[in-house]
């Protein structure tokens, strides 16, 4: 698990400059290396030129992260991870995620937007459940108007959210970054397992959520 250290002190102090030393150091040492900023000021810019996420980008931190008070930004470098797992990594909580691309994702179902009937991927990759243009020949079963956001959001709800469910999973199980679906009785046991163990260490009292990340050792 990731240890975790800070530094603090006034605006101007020097310790953007510091942490980016910090970094290049660490990095390499051969650690992989996440900073987050954290800022007071609302609509402060993201990873732009002289701000000290850019700066820290470029010390080589892996990861960088921006927690202000009116947003929060995390980027990261690009380990290739599937859709799916993207989805379950950084929005366990989401009723559903909706990406933008991603048209070789596997097992995901899609949605094309077209205005060139000559260049229709729904033959070419998997999983496409509705065309969204406003062509007036292109047939198949569910076709919709680029207008019709509504309509297409009504699909979504309809055709995948059915029968889920805000809050309906009581425990989710991720190996290398996959879910893994359980029923309803096994998580109803690996969370009052992993629940009653928790409540035994006595740290908190009101225990609402509890996330576990286990890393084997090769």
């Not at 929060?72 to 989805?87: D, P, W």
């Not at 990594?89 to 070789?104: L, M, T």
């Not at 077209?114 to 070419?124: A, C, G, I, K």
Request: proline share 2%; hydrophobic share 40%; charged share 25%.
């Amino acid at each position: 698990m990731s240890s975790i250290v800070t530094f603090i002190g006034w605006h101007d102090s020097g310790k953007t400059t510091l942490v980016c030393k910090v970094v290049e150091h660490l990095k390499n040492m051969g650690y992989r290396v996440a900073v987050i900023k954290s800022s007071c000021e609302g609509g402060a810019q993201f990873d732009c030129a002289g701000t000290d996420t850019a700066q820290h980008k470029e010390a080589g931190a892996d990861s960088v992260m921006f927690v202000g008070p009116d947003q929060m930004v995390l980027q990261t470098s690009n380990k290739s991870l599937s859709l799916r797992t993207l989805a379950h990594r950084y929005f366990p909580d989401a009723d559903i995620v909706i990406g933008e691309g991603f048209k070789n994702a596997r097992k995901i179902s899609k949605i094309e937007v077209t205005r060139n009937p000559d260049q229709m991927l729904r033959n070419e990759v998997h999983g496409v459940i509705a065309v969204a243009t406003d062509i007036e020949d292109i047939a198949g079963d569910y076709i919709f108007r680029l207008s019709e956001s509504l309509e297409i959001a009504q699909f979504i709800e309809k055709r995948l959210m059915v029968g889920k469910g805000k809050g309906h999973e009581t425990a989710a199980l991720l190996i290398n970054g996959h879910k893994v679906p359980l029923k309803g009785f096994v998580q109803e046991s690996l969370a009052g397992t992993v629940h009653g163990f928790v409540r035994s260490l006595k740290l908190v009292d009101d225990i609402t959520d509890i996330e576990l990340r286990i890393r084997i050792k090769k």
